[in-house]
């Protein structure tokens, strides 16, 4: 395979093929950044295998070309993945829980797919993950344009982990109003939501969420007198 199969795109940098103790050296980086995580007081940790950062590649055989334990199979290509989440468990309290970002497809002509990460799943969550938060793409700038960009286009990924492996997820993808949200978690198609560009563009949508589904938000004290004008 020639190394510019796996670029992301035409004149992007061609990676590095990491070898054992380069391997080795990242698994133990990954352990101190949550030992520092804890130290710092954070209620969680959540280990990013998503979007073509360095776990995701590992995990894709859009950008896994490996030809040792660490690439081939999708159990293979899982193996670094489960060795990080397997040195984060053993740094962190019982009581800390681990979530674990994965793409649950990589919406690309031989990339991951959801029965792939149905199996990531299953083996982080035996190493020690608590949540699988499903996103998806991120491995290649040639996704299809069909398979994305509607509204909760990657639940239905969130539901098979959830349903298929028995570890509770969190949906993202999106996920833009209350209503939506809540039907997600109603019916039963992951645990969590999690909200990125849409807080961007409304930093206060849970507080406009609690009101429209007739919760009680947890407003600022300096912002009730405005709120109840």
């Known amino acids: ?75 293979n290509r899982c193996r670094f993945a489960v060795e990080v989440v397997g040195a984060v468990r053993r740094v962190v309290p019982d009581n800390l829980p681990i979530f674990v970002r994965i793409s649950g497809s990589d919406f690309a002509e031989g990339g991951t797919v959801i029965e792939d990460s149905i199996i990531v799943a299953r083996m982080l969550s035996g190493a020690g993950a608590d949540l699988i938060d499903v996103s998806g793409g991120g491995n290649t700038a040639k996704a299809a344009p069909t398979l994305i960009g509607y509204p909760g286009y990657q639940v239905g990924h969130a539901a098979r982990i959830r349903n298929e492996v028995g570890i509770p997820t969190m949906a993202v993808g999106m996920i833009t109003s209350s209503v939506q949200a809540e039907q997600i978690i109603r019916s039963e198609n992951a645990d969590l939501i999690a909200l990125g560009r849409e807080l961007l563009r409304n930093p206060y949508w849970p507080l406009a969420a609690a009101s429209q589904l007739a919760t009680v938000g947890d407003w600022p004290e300096q912002y009730w007198r405005a709120r109840d004008e």
């Open 1 to 75: 395979i020639a190394p510019s199969s796996v670029q992301f795109d035409d004149g992007w940098h061609v990676p590095n093929e990491l070898d054992q103790d380069g391997i080795a050296a990242l698994v133990q980086n990954f352990s101190a950044a949550a030992e520092r995580a804890v130290e710092a007081g954070f209620d969680m940790v959540e280990i990013h295998g998503a979007h073509g950062y360095l776990i995701s590649s590992f995990l894709s055989p859009l950008a896994n070309r490996r030809s040792d334990e660490y690439g081939g199979n999708i159990e």
